[in-house]
């Protein structure tokens, strides 16, 4: 398996990994699977060259198999936070160890840089596996957003997630 950053050439995978995620998994996405179908390949191009937005890949063979993004907050008293977003495995890579692999290459990345204090997400609340791997990187619950999506008449909680960080720097 391969764990890399993904760059503009990673587009068009990126994309049609990303566009499954919300066909399959909807409730794990604030974004609907009608809004990203919409948006053409350029914007995935500007979204993977987003220098505070960075996305990691991990890769069976040629394929492109496990995605997560993170992004680092601009404010100047909040650039040392960053949130975990756009995760998310294929079906037929679960199980296989590619996500766990995935965020380590991302700690890794994240110790080198020195450059944040502390890692955020937020996943739906009745995700239970999401959850639990969350835990298992070391992640802990901070709090619950109700109703921080509403789809299709339904409202969907957020549980919010913290893990502190011990980079270089401090």
Same mark, same amino acid.
């Not at 809004?35 to 987003?50: D, G, K, V, Y």
């Given at each position: 398996? !391969?764990?890399?950053?993904?760059?503009? !050439?990673?587009? @068009?995978?990126?994309? !049609?990994?990303? %566009?499954?995620?919300?066909?399959t998994d909807a409730? *794990?996405?604030?974004?609907?699977?009608?809004? *990203?179908?919409?948006?053409?390949?350029?914007?995935?191009?500007?979204? %993977?060259?987003?220098?505070?937005?960075i996305s990691f890949?991990?890769?069976?063979?040629?394929?492109?198999?496990?995605?997560?993004?993170?992004?680092?907050? #601009?404010?100047?008293?909040?650039?040392?936070?960053?949130?975990? @977003? *756009?995760?998310?495995?294929?079906?037929?890579?679960?199980?296989?160890? *590619?996500?766990?692999?995935?965020?380590?290459y991302l700690l890794?990345?994240?110790?080198?840089?020195?450059?944040?204090? &502390?890692?955020?997400?937020? @996943?739906?609340?009745?995700?239970?596996?999401?959850?639990?791997?969350?835990?298992?990187?070391?992640? &802990?619950?901070?709090?619950?957003?109700?109703?921080? #999506?509403?789809?299709?008449?339904?409202?969907?909680?957020?549980?919010?997630?913290?893990?502190? %960080?011990?980079?270089?720097? #401090?």
């Open positions: 398996m !391969e764990y890399r950053q993904l760059t503009k !050439e990673d587009a @068009v995978q990126y994309r !049609e990994l990303r %566009l499954i995620a919300l066909q409730d *794990a996405f604030s974004t609907s699977f009608y809004e *990203a179908n919409e948006r053409p390949l350029s914007a995935t191009i500007e979204n %993977l060259e987003n220098p505070y937005a890949g991990a890769f069976s063979g040629e394929s492109l198999i496990s995605t997560m993004t993170l992004i680092q907050l #601009q404010g100047k008293k909040t650039q040392h936070r960053a949130e975990l @977003v *756009a995760v998310y495995t294929a079906e037929k890579a679960r199980g296989t160890g *590619a996500a766990s692999g995935l965020f380590d890794a990345y994240i110790r080198s840089e020195g450059m944040l204090e &502390q890692l955020e997400l937020a @996943v739906n609340a009745a995700n239970q596996r999401a959850i639990r791997f969350y835990e298992r990187c070391g992640f &802990q619950r901070i709090g619950t957003t109700p109703n921080a #999506q509403k789809t299709e008449g339904r409202s969907i909680d957020e549980l919010l997630m913290l893990m502190p %960080l011990q980079t270089e720097k #401090q």
